[in-house]
């Protein structure tokens, strides 16, 4: 879809280069979402992909990917093999209502930002522990784990002029094992709730998404019996958290998060 109200366009280099913060301002990296609706508010792009940032960085002790980093390139990469945890990356990336056009171009970052509850690169990084590394609009930079992030339906922490410039996954989370459990209306639908669970060194957690207005990361010492799992959800999740939509009724949706949340519990036990 043509964005007709743009009158401007910045291709920054580096981050000097970087217009100062001004309403109508709209980052741009895939433009999946950007492009796909009308944008009467956005009157500048500023194309984060001319900043050519590495993709895909592998430390000792994390995982550091661009904000620019397409799901592709995510999908498609060898890590090592003790970060068994890698084997995530691509059901989260099936979890996405996407085709490989999507996934070519979409990026992590993006995904982040957009903060809809059935953002699957959300439930990945939350359950991985990841960290964003964010400028901020005055040149300096902070870390928001992801799982404080996102704060609601479409929205996060990030404050005007602020973006997203990489994201930070620990090398412990990704020798965890996991288990994934996804459900939706139809086979290929958005997600109704997507869950995560992972056993580490630090114990087992259980990231609740896609269910939920916003992400929810119950961690234990270790992995949990049933009656433990299933009030922690009840004290920690309430019934207004859960979202009603298109894609599923609440009441329905805290319904099967208890169901997937037990089959992880016992996947993982």
């Known amino acids: 879809m043509d964005l007709s ?27 999946t979402w950007l492009y796909s609706e009308p944008q009467p508010t956005v009157t500048r792009l500023v194309d984060l ?25 995510l999908c498609n990469t060898s890590f090592p093999d003790e970060w068994t945890a890698a084997d995530l990356f691509r059901p989260c990336a099936e979890s996405l209502v996407a085709s490989w056009k999507i996934w070519h171009t979409a990026t992590i970052g993006g995904n982040l930002a957009l903060a809809l509850p059935a953002g699957a690169m959300i439930t990945l990084c939350c359950a991985l522990d ?42 412990a989370a990704l020798r965890g094992r996991t288990s994934l459990r996804k459900i939706a209306y139809s086979p290929l639908g958005r997600s109704g709730a997507l869950l995560v669970g992972r056993v580490a060194a630090d114990g087992f957690a259980l990231t609740v998404t896609a269910s939920t207005v916003h992400p929810f990361v119950l961690r234990f010492p270790v992995v949990p019996d049933p009656d433990v799992l ?30 997937l949340a037990e089959e992880i519990r016992r996947e993982l036990e």
């Open 230 to 259: 299933s009030r922690s959800l009840s004290e920690h999740i309430s019934p207004d958290d859960y979202l009603t939509d298109a894609h599923g009724a609440a009441d329905w949706r805290r319904h099967v998060t208890g169901v």
């Open 130 to 171: 990841a960290e964003l590394l964010i400028w901020t609009a005055d040149g300096g930079e902070r870390r928001v784990p992801v799982d404080r992030f996102v704060t609601g339906a479409g929205r996060t922490a990030l404050a005007p002029g602020e973006l997203i410039r990489s994201i930070h996954l620990p090398a």
């Open 5 to 31: 109200f743009v009158t401007e366009i910045s291709a920054p280099r580096s981050r000097d280069d970087l217009p100062a913060a001004a309403p109508g301002t709209a980052f741009l990296a895939g433009g």
């Open 49 to 73: 992909i001319t900043l050519d940032w590495p993709a895909i960085a592998v430390h000792d002790d994390e995982l550091e990917l661009a904000a620019t980093c397409t799901i592709e390139n």
